[in-house]
């Protein structure tokens, strides 16, 4: 998870908290050799004079996962009405 406040040409890292059933923990905004199934209901805190958040997911050739998906999106805030997912693409289409 990245936020940038110039308008997207400069990004950082956002910790995030990851939560499934009894299990929590936090990281920098990166996760890396996760090898479950499950949803994590994931939350992070928006840099105040954020412009742009991405979330972004990549592998090499060890990885044989499904990907990530990503449900139930909520951004609260003065600005959340001006959210935007580009890029994304439906599992129903």
């Known amino acids: 998870m990245e936020?940038?406040?110039?308008g997207s040409?400069?990004?950082?890292q956002i910790?995030?908290?990851?939560r499934s059933g009894r299990q929590t923990?936090?990281?920098?905004?990166?996760?890396?050799?996760y090898g479950g199934r499950r949803?994590?209901?994931?939350t992070a805190?928006?840099?105040?004079?954020?412009?742009?958040?991405?979330?972004?997911?990549?592998?090499?050739g060890s990885a044989q996962g499904r990907?990530?998906?990503l449900d139930r999106v909520r951004v609260a805030g003065a600005r959340a009405g001006r959210f935007v997912a580009d890029g994304w693409t439906s599992?129903?289409?």
């Open 67 to 69: 990907g990530v998906y």
């Open 45 to 60: 805190a928006v840099p105040a004079g954020t412009t742009h958040l991405r979330w972004s997911y990549r592998t090499d």
């Open 9 to 12: 040409a400069t990004w950082a």
């Open 25 to 33: 923990f936090t990281t920098d905004g990166s996760l890396t050799g």
């Open 3 to 6: 936020s940038s406040a110039d």
């Open 39 to 42: 949803w994590w209901r994931v």
């Open 91 to 93: 599992t129903n289409s």
């Open 15 to 18: 910790p995030v908290t990851l």
